[in-house]
Each structure stands twice: as structure tokens, then as C-alpha cells.
């Protein structure tokens, strides 16, 4: 199965962006890179997802290289409320759409 | 957007004892629900994948007959930890996947999660 490599911490500043990496060299033709984060205490909820070209949506963007070995999810002006874990997930569609959890980012936001 | 309403958000209960925990679609039809439990500190594990209709698929090394699941209609599924002990105790977590969920998120097979369902076993 195809892994996915995350620094376990990252800090930013406040209204600041962040660009958090996610390393999936062995990733495979149909695999989407999905990411997902998790604020304490509750559950995971859906970031951004991709397959091939850079997207956008309103919470996030989402930079895939051109080999598709890497991504990296980028928040334009970082908030207290983005302080979670981000999962990068590598979705596989022959194992019937379920999510295999790495370890994750930390992100911390300083004021 | 679609929603995922787990429930009890938190209990307590004796060792010995069964706990149940529900996870409902509430906006959405859900073919499939995945149960999670998460460690202090730790990832999300997935224990298995709940189908409507039909027996769950567990992952390896999770006991069949301690986490029962149940997946009776297409917006409820439940999680029976059954002869609960102490280290049972943990954050259980549901998610659905938002089959044809209409959107620019729809055909992706994006999964929405609960809110988590916090069990300590004394």
C-alpha cells in the first residue's frame, strides 16, 4: 500500500500562510490525495482533495508536483481555528472508498 | 452540507458491562459507515467498515464479537463494544461516505465524520 510521509509539527504565526508537505512517492496511478483535519476533540473533517492538478476551494489549496511524489497543502492566512492535525490520505478505490489514517501534522498557530 | 450525528458524545460506564454507540447520516443516504477509535495522542485506527444490509468487515486484529456493528437502514449504524474493560476506553468515531452527495465533492467519495463518541470504562 502506498504511504504517505508528514513532518509530526509545524508552527505558524497568525494571518500568516502555511504550506504543509506531504511526501507519497509510491503513489499510484488512480490514487487521489486527499487530506483531512481533525481539531481537538472531535472528528476528522474533509480539507481539499486532488488527483492531478493544483486545487482551490474555500478553506484551502491544494499543490501537487508534476511526478505527483509529493503534495502540499497550503492555508492562505492561518487562523487560532486552523490549529488541528492534518492527515494527507492516499485514497484507494479497490479497498471500497475506506480512509487509512497516518500520522499527521500538528499545526500549531501562534497570535 | 452533509452531516454525520454520533451518539453519546461521551459515557461512562462499568467494566463488564455493553455500551452502544449510534452514528446517523442526517441529510444523506449512507451505504457504508467506517468505525475509528483513537488513542490519547494518537491516529485514527479503522476497525471496520459497516455496510447497510449486510455483515461488517472487520479490519485484522479487531474482535468481531467485542465491537458488534449493525448496520440496519441506510442512515443509522451502531457500535456495541460488548463486556466493556478498562482498556476499551477510547474515542470512537464514525464516518459515512457521501455517495452521489451532490457538489463539487460528490463524485470523490469524500467521507464525513461524527463527532466523535468519548468511552471510558471503569
Known amino acids: 500500500d502506498a504511504k504517505t510521509t508528514q513532518p509530526n509539527s509545524m508552527e505558524s504565526n497568525e494571518e500568516e500562510p502555511v504550506h504543509l508537505p506531504c511526501n507519497h512517492s509510491t503513489i499510484s496511478g488512480t490514487d487521489y490525495i486527499h487530506w483531512y483535519r481533525q481539531l481537538p476533540s472531535q472528528g476528522p473533517e474533509y480539507v481539499i482533495h486532488?488527483?492531478?492538478s493544483n486545487v482551490n476551494n474555500r478553506m484551502a489549496s491544494l499543490a501537487i508536483a508534476e511526478d505527483r511524489k509529493s503534495s502540499t497543502l497550503i492555508l492562505h492566512r492561518a487562523t487560532l481555528r486552523d490549529a488541528a492535525v492534518y492527515y494527507c490520505?492516499?485514497?484507494?478505490?479497490?479497498?471500497?472508498?475506506?480512509?487509512?489514517f497516518g500520522q499527521g501534522t500538528e499545526l500549531s498557530v501562534k497570535p | 452540507g452533509a452531516v454525520v450525528s454520533q451518539h453519546p458524545s461521551w459515557v461512562i460506564c462499568k467494566s463488564g458491562t455493553s455500551v452502544k454507540i449510534e452514528c446517523r447520516s442526517l441529510d444523506f443516504q449512507a451505504t457504508t459507515m467506517f468505525w475509528y477509535r483513537q488513542f490519547p495522542k494518537q491516529s485514527l485506527m479503522l476497525m471496520a467498515t459497516s455496510n447497510e444490509g449486510s455483515k461488517a468487515t472487520y479490519e485484522q486484529g479487531v474482535e468481531k464479537d467485542k465491537f458488534l456493528i449493525n448496520h440496519a437502514s441506510l442512515t443509522l449504524s451502531t457500535l456495541t463494544v460488548t463486556s466493556a474493560h478498562p482498556e476499551d476506553s477510547s474515542f470512537y468515531i464514525c464516518?459515512?461516505?457521501?455517495?452521489?452527495?451532490?457538489?463539487?465533492?460528490?463524485?470523490?467519495?469524500?467521507?464525513?465524520f461524527g463527532a466523535g463518541s468519548r468511552l471510558t470504562v471503569l
Open positions: 464516518s459515512a461516505r457521501e455517495y452521489g452527495f451532490r457538489g463539487p465533492r460528490g463524485g470523490a467519495n469524500v467521507l464525513t
Open positions: 486532488g488527483l492531478t
Open positions: 490520505i492516499l485514497k484507494y478505490y479497490n479497498q471500497g472508498g475506506k480512509l487509512i
